[in-house]
């Protein structure tokens, strides 16, 4: 059974800097890797798909990582804006499975 | 990007009562969709897959005879929720699975309320 978790669960930095959203996955069979933000009272926004034949994907200022062989994935978010303020879901993927394990979030707040 | 739409966004209904929830793919065909429930400060948690044809496959724990549901059309799945209790009160929130290109796509969620 897949598990994820993601640490810390709660982040906030000041406007402008740089930072890292971790995500960690027990079963190295992943078939895909999904980042997605959440804002308050809301439904889900993908940003991220990861393939497990991929390594990163980009999309603005945005750059998630997947290492199966670690179990890890990371969300690097460049320049942090106030609008970037929301809480952060990663989910895995199994291959044969298209059920997606979410791990418990970050709720990142960014401090103008 | 590939639309998902819900109705309602939120309802409120009487304990004892029960309460539909739709999901549609508005521009893709979808065999395959999911439903999960989140509390609040809590992640998403699936509770089935509602499988077009076909009967729903429920999570363990996940009372299917409490929680219908009917996948009638390649872009609508329903979810009911039988004789609702307040601790039935979450957000719900349904997915569907995009075949080309391959993507799971989610709606913006149904807030129930059980007073």
């Known amino acids: 059974k897949q598990e994820v978790t993601q640490i810390p669960a709660a982040l906030s930095v000041p406007e402008g800097e740089n930072l890292v959203l971790n995500c960690s996955f027990t079963?190295?069979?992943?078939?895909?890797l999904q980042w997605f933000r959440q804002d308050p009272g809301k439904g889900l926004t993908s940003l991220l798909l990861?393939?497990?034949?991929?390594r990163e994907q980009t999309s603005g200022r945005l750059n998630a990582s997947l290492d199966k062989s670690s179990g890890r994935s990371t969300l690097y978010i460049a320049a942090s804006q106030p609008g970037d303020s929301a809480t952060y879901l990663c989910?895995?993927?199994?291959?044969?499975?298209?059920?997606?394990?979410f791990g418990t979030g970050t709720r990142l707040t960014i401090i103008p | 990007g590939a639309v998902v739409s819900q109705h309602p966004s939120w309802v409120i209904c009487k304990s004892g009562t029960s309460v539909k929830i739709e999901c549609r793919s508005l521009?893709?065909?979808?065999?395959?969709m999911f439903w999960y429930r989140q509390f609040p400060k809590q992640s998403l948690m699936l509770m089935a897959t509602?499988?077009?044809?076909?009967?729903?496959?429920?999570e363990q724990g996940v009372e299917k005879d409490k929680f219908l549901i009917n996948h009638a059309s390649l872009t609508l799945s329903t979810l009911t929720v039988t004789s609702a209790h307040p601790e039935d009160s979450s957000f719900y929130i349904c997915?569907?699975?995009?075949?080309?290109?391959?993507?799971?796509?989610f709606g913006p969620g149904t807030r129930l309320t059980v007073t």
């Open positions: 997915s569907a699975i995009s075949r080309d290109p391959y993507e799971q796509y």
């Open positions: 079963d190295s069979a992943i078939y895909n």
């Open positions: 990861i393939q497990s034949s991929q």
């Open positions: 989910a895995g993927g199994l291959f044969g499975n298209e059920k997606l394990t």
């Open positions: 521009d893709f065909q979808a065999t395959t």
């Open positions: 509602s499988n077009e044809g076909s009967k729903a496959t429920y």
